[in-house]
């Protein structure tokens, strides 16, 4: 099993930037892929970047060019660095993990986005 505990949400201006960090109870070398998603008010979750276990990334359009998703083997963690945040992107973001043929989610951490 894998547990996943997400941190660095908060509330942050139209333009800011805010990091993300989703941290593994096990090594994440074998956890592949690892992703961000977002939940907005009333809509469905959706992706919103993606990573392997060999840096491959996608991200979804509204992504691209803003953020960029790394991992930290050292400290077992997953990053999504967001830059030129929009109210549009305002949401609870979810750490998404794939082990062993298992789903495994983190309990979300909010992210709102003022004008």
């Known amino acids: 099993q894998v547990q996943l505990v997400e941190s660095g949400g908060g509330l942050v201006q139209s333009g800011g930037s805010l990091r993300l960090s989703c941290a593994a109870s096990?090594?994440?070398?074998?956890?592949?892929?690892m992703a961000w998603y977002r939940q907005a008010p009333g809509k469905e979750r959706e992706l919103v970047a993606a990573?392997?276990?060999?840096?491959?990334?996608n991200y979804a359009d509204s992504a691209k060019g803003r953020f960029a998703i790394y991992r930290d083997r050292v400290k077992n963690t997953m990053y999504l660095q967001m830059n030129n945040l929009k109210p549009e992107d305002t949401g609870v973001y979810y750490c998404?993990?794939?082990?062993?043929?298992?789903?495994?989610w983190g309990q979300g951490t909010q992210v709102t986005v003022s004008t």
């Open positions: 998404n993990a794939r082990y062993q043929f298992d789903n495994y």
């Open positions: 990573i392997t276990a060999e840096g491959n990334t």
């Open positions: 096990r090594s994440i070398g074998a956890i592949s892929p």
